[in-house]
């Protein structure tokens, strides 16, 4: 079964700084797909960035970046750049091969401090 | 483009009382999706529809939840009769069928309040 862990309840960042946001899975599938969701207070989940598994390069968007470890089973997010406007919950969630559904981890605060 | 709609944003209901939730994907999204968030978690996937057909309702309580979309667009989330414990917020999600990555656009979820 497919489990995504996010082992940050809470993060406090610097404005201005970079912060980096733990993520690990498991999964057997060779294939998948690796999603992170930002949530504001508002509650809508706004996609960030997406990596496959057999993409070689680590995703990047704007000032979010993806660290895909694939052998060590991580991927991690990391916002550069912190803005006021980062402090929200952030999910990690997979895509399995053959499937479009999502499986979440528990997610992590964000606190961006000025 | 416009995102995903969803209605209401809030609704207050007691114990055993019904409640609907409606939802509006992305133009040319054939797959819906319906989640729960409780406090505290990470959304979890009640029903998948491609089109208007059912794709995977395996997590979802079929005592008291239903949903359904007609003509392969809008969908409706049914809870009835509800319990304290179904306080949450109810997210709709859509996608494109098939290709891509298979990103899913969220609404802006439905929070509902079982008193």
Known sequence: AQKITQTQPGMFVQEKEAVTLDCTYDTS????????????????????IYQGSYDQQNATEGR?????????KSANLVISASQLGDSAMYFCAMRWAGSYQLTFGKGTKLSVIP | EAGVAQSPRYKIIEKRQSVAFWCNPISGHATLYWYQQILGQGPKLLIQFQNNGVVDDSQLPKDRFSAERLKGVDSTLKIQPAKLEDSAVYLCASSLASGGTGTQYFGPGTRLLVL
């Open chain 1, 64 to 72: 979010y970046s993806l660290n895909f470890q694939k052998a060590r």
């Open chain 1, 29 to 48: 599938d060779p294939s998948y797909g690796l999603f992170w969701y930002k949530q504001p207070s508002s509650g809508e989940m706004i996609f960030l």
